[in-house]
DNA sequence: CGGTCTCTTGACGGAGTTCAAAGCTAGTGG
DNA sequence: CCACTAGCTTTGAACTCCGTCAAGAGACCG
């Protein structure tokens, strides 16, 4: 079950088995059932949660009361609010299980402790914020240059479950469009 | 001219004046007449820059060849392409000025110099990071929830002075629409 | 003063939305 | 284990916003 997690750092960065069990002993594990949430908006995020099975989303609702999926969290991906857990200010995110899911989890403090025991994951961190940073800013220019057609089938091509795993109206929400927007879409035959 | 630096930084982290100093003193100093660019796609994006005075653009070019204005760099703006910076790896990004622009750059080796001789310089990097990241998603929520003219009249809210200083097609092209569009909606009376 | 770049305006078309209703499906309790 | 229901998906028709194409007006620079 550690194994996930060391796969997910050690492909990053340079690090020992030994290091990441250290790390590991920092995070508390945990299962969250089907349609539960582990934070919404209003609260503070007190942990970052590592998913080791199952499936999470995380959503705003803006003032229109639209719900907009902002990211899905797989096996093996990181979920929270990084302002929220870093600042201490209250959330505009919710975060909700879209299967029953097992994860760990990391307070605050623990993550500072961790941080100071082993420095290099410092380095790890950085690069992981970096590259939500960097996904969010080519998420933006792909809605601006492709339709979005063409940005469903990249979706499931990058990642075929999601079709079984996702309900429709979750990933018509994350691809900014409407419900009935996509199941026309899927009616047209597959490029 | 050093007090934008000490604002910028102190901004966000406990910081004194002479530790800012110091911290100037990894960086150089340079200018760049309108419409040159600092780097562009293909290379690597070897410094961070600090705007003093002036204006840059950020943008991508996609492979149908549109021009996707990704963030401007106004005074006290931080620019580069963070991904390349750290990795190494080739930018995608291009960064022009759209004004003649005076700025600080720090090249990657004196990051690292800066960070050791200044350990919570880090902290303030992540905060950087962290606040660009959460800014690109509101921005992607916006996307989906505002309509070009809300869009607009947000960010001549936000930025009054964008409307002098940037051409339309530019300020169309952040929007997300085309510069006959953004023309239209300048032709309604304002909210 | 001429040329190029930028902005405006008009007419038309298309992608996605809205509203509404009907068809499915999966989860619940009897 | 089946039947019922609530939630999800599909479909149709009308509409809206924005894009495209095209032409002309205006602004800026050498």
């Known amino acids: 079950m550690s194994e996930l997690l060391y796969k997910n750092i050690s492909d990053r960065i340079d690090i020992s088995c030994e290091e990441v069990d250290k790390f590991k002993s920092y995070f508390k594990s945990d299962k969250v059932k089907k349609k539960r949430h582990l934070f919404t908006s209003g609260e ?13 989303r995380e959503y705003y609702l803006d003032e229109k009361g639209e719900d907009i999926t ?35 989890y990391l307070a605050r403090d623990d993550f500072e402790r961790a941080l100071l025991s082993i420095p290099k994951l410092e380095r790890f ?11 969010t800013q080519q998420r933006l220019a792909r ?3 492709e ?22 109206y979750h990933i018509a929400s994350f ?13 047209t035959a597959t490029i």
């Open 147 to 168: 339709d979005a057609a063409e940005r469903y089938y990249n979706l499931v091509k990058r990642r075929p479950d999601i079709i079984s795993r996702v309900p429709q």
């Open 143 to 145: 809605i601006f240059t």
């Open 125 to 135: 961190f950085r690069l992981l914020i970096q590259k939500a940073y960097v996904t």
């Open 70 to 104: 902002i990211q899905f969290g797989f096996e093996e991906h990181w979920v929270g609010d990084l302002y929220s857990y870093f600042s201490g200010e209250k959330s505009n995110l919710n975060v909700e299980a879209l299967e029953d899911t097992q994860f760990l």
């Open 44 to 56: 503070i995020c007190k942990y970052m949660y590592f998913v080791e099975k199952g499936l999470l």
């Open 175 to 187: 691809l900014g469009i409407k419900p009935q927007s996509l199941s026309r879409i899927r009616k």
